[in-house]
């Protein structure tokens, strides 16, 4: 059974930082990507950031890059979002995922989707 934890949202003011963390278990990490959606109210599911087990590879949308950093443990059963100076529109519900390597990093292919984090970033 594919199990994903996330945990490590909450309220922070513009400038702050977070780190989301997200546990995976129950499937063969090198046949996966993990990475993180976020739903803001009233938008559709984005992708956010994403890590290749197999080679180290990562993504990340165009309006996080250089405030956003994805990592893995060494195990990597465990993948870390480091959120840096963060914005209100940053404000969403953040959701651990996970998608089969070679396919694209967008919701319609994503295989499993964890329970959801708020993060709220206030002005």
């Known amino acids: 059974e594919v199990q994903l934890q996330a945990s490590g949202g909450g309220l922070v003011q513009a400038g702050g930082s977070l780190r989301l963390s997200c546990a995976a278990s129950g499937f063969t990490f090198d046949d996966y990507v993990i990475g993180w959606f976020r739903q803001a109210p009233g938008k559709e599911r984005e992708g956010v950031s994403c890590?290749?087990?197999?080679?180290?590879?990562?993504y990340y949308t165009d309006s996080v890059k250089g405030r956003f950093t994805i990592s893995s443990d060494s195990s990597h059963d465990t993948v870390y979002l480091q959120m840096n100076s963060l914005k209100p529109e940053d404000t969403a519900v953040y959701y651990c995922v996970v998608v089969r390597t070679g396919r694209y990093f967008r919701a319609a292919d994503v295989d499993y989707w964890g329970q959801g984090t708020q993060v709220t970033v206030s002005t």
């Open positions: 890590i290749s087990n197999s080679d180290g590879s990562t």
